[in-house]
Structure formats: structure tokens, C-alpha cells
């Protein structure tokens, strides 16, 4: 009888174990995935001022730049002369269990689109005080997961109320073009001026 008993307690033990397992597990990796997101988040942020920056660089200074993103997620390139409200604009497309960014509210007819870079989103800026691009995040829940993405959109700075300048982005053909391997090359095709705007064109290959 006491060997039996013996018996009942270690699997009665057994199963406590590997139940206590079962509920810990579950808690465990989405820790585990949500740290690995807080990490792909920062990630994304970074590559876009240095996607801004090689941007700048290469308009002002011509050449090309390649760069990739080791983040799983999709690239889309809306360039200007698309008829998309996204035009002349960078988007990444991230999905997660956590975000920076608050989460959007569609009921309240927020604005989804949140300025990370800079508080100041008009259509033209000021050349010398604004910077020529604006990088914005935002987040939507899909399910259980968060989809966030975040938008390098470049426009006008005027140097005074008659003249300006702007940074146009193009793709092949100058189509709507969208990549999940994260690798982006930025070229310089040329400089164009008239009275009121001087133009620099921007070829991003994906």
C-alpha cells in the first residue's frame, strides 16, 4: 500500500508539473515574441532616418546606395506621379504583438497617421527650419496581431513664397511597386529647375 501510494503522488506530481508547464509555456513565448517585436520596432524606425538620410545624401550628392531591412514585412514605393493619397511616399508593412505607436481609433475618426520625426505635416515647409521629409507610424489591430507600418514622405520646401524645392520619388515605370525581401536601392536620376521648383529625381529599385 505505501509503494502505491508512492506511485499515485509521483504522477499525481507529474501531472501537476506539466500542467504548471502547459500554462507557463504559452505566457512564455509571447514574452519572448513581444520582446523580439520591441526590437523589430526599433529596427524599422532606424532604417527609415537612414533610408531619409541616404536619401538626402545621394539627391544632393548623386551616386547610389543600397540598403536592407532584416525584418520581416513588406515594402510598398507609391511614387509621385501614382494617384494614390500614399504618393511620394515609403511605406513598411510590420506585424506584431506590440507597437510604439498608439493604436488607431477609426470609431473617433482619428487620423491614423502619426508624425514621428517632426510635428509639423503641412504640405510645404520651410527650407532651413523643416526638414524635407516627414516619417509617420501607425497602428492597426488585426486579430490577435498589431499591423504598424511606417511612411518617408517627402515635399515641398520653399526657400521664399515663390520658389521651392522637392525631392520626387520614381520606381520602374513609375508603377506601385512592393517587396517582402526588405532590400531597397536608391539612385539619383537627375536635377530639374523652373521659376517657382527645382526638382531632384529619386529612382528606388525593390
Given at each position: 500500500?505505501?509503494?502505491?501510494?508512492?506511485?499515485?503522488?509521483?504522477?499525481?506530481?507529474?501531472?501537476?508539473?506539466?500542467?504548471a508547464i502547459a500554462l507557463v509555456l504559452p505566457w512564455t513565448f509571447t514574452m519572448i515574441q513581444k520582446r523580439k517585436d520591441m526590437k523589430s520596432m526599433d529596427d524599422i524606425y532606424n532604417f527609415f532616418q537612414s533610408l531619409d538620410e541616404t536619401i538626402i545624401n545621394i539627391a544632393n550628392n548623386g551616386g547610389e546606395e543600397s540598403l536592407q531591412l532584416k525584418v520581416p514585412?513588406?515594402?510598398?514605393?507609391?511614387?509621385?506621379?501614382?494617384?494614390?493619397?500614399?504618393?511620394?511616399?515609403?511605406?513598411?508593412?510590420f506585424?506584431?504583438?506590440?507597437?510604439?505607436?498608439?493604436?488607431?481609433?477609426?470609431?473617433l475618426g482619428a487620423d491614423c497617421w502619426i508624425p514621428l520625426n517632426t510635428p509639423n505635416t503641412n504640405i510645404t515647409g520651410t527650407l532651413g527650419v523643416d526638414s524635407s521629409s516627414v516619417i509617420f507610424g501607425k497602428t492597426e489591430r488585426s486579430g490577435d496581431e498589431l499591423e504598424v507600418e511606417h511612411r518617408l514622405w517627402y515635399r515641398i520646401l520653399k526657400d521664399n513664397p515663390t520658389h521651392g524645392y522637392r525631392i520626387v520619388l520614381n520606381t520602374t515605370e513609375n508603377k506601385i511597386m512592393n517587396t517582402t525581401v526588405g532590400f531597397i536601392k536608391i539612385q539619383k536620376i537627375k536635377s530639374t529647375s523652373t521659376q517657382s521648383l527645382t526638382t531632384t529625381e529619386i529612382n528606388i529599385i525593390v
Open positions: 500500500m505505501k509503494g502505491q501510494s508512492q506511485v499515485v503522488s509521483v504522477i499525481i506530481l507529474i501531472v501537476l508539473v506539466m500542467g514585412g513588406k515594402f510598398t514605393v507609391y511614387p509621385e506621379s501614382s494617384n494614390s493619397y500614399l504618393n511620394n511616399s515609403i511605406v513598411f508593412s506585424r506584431g504583438l506590440v507597437s510604439f505607436i498608439a493604436e488607431c481609433n477609426q470609431t
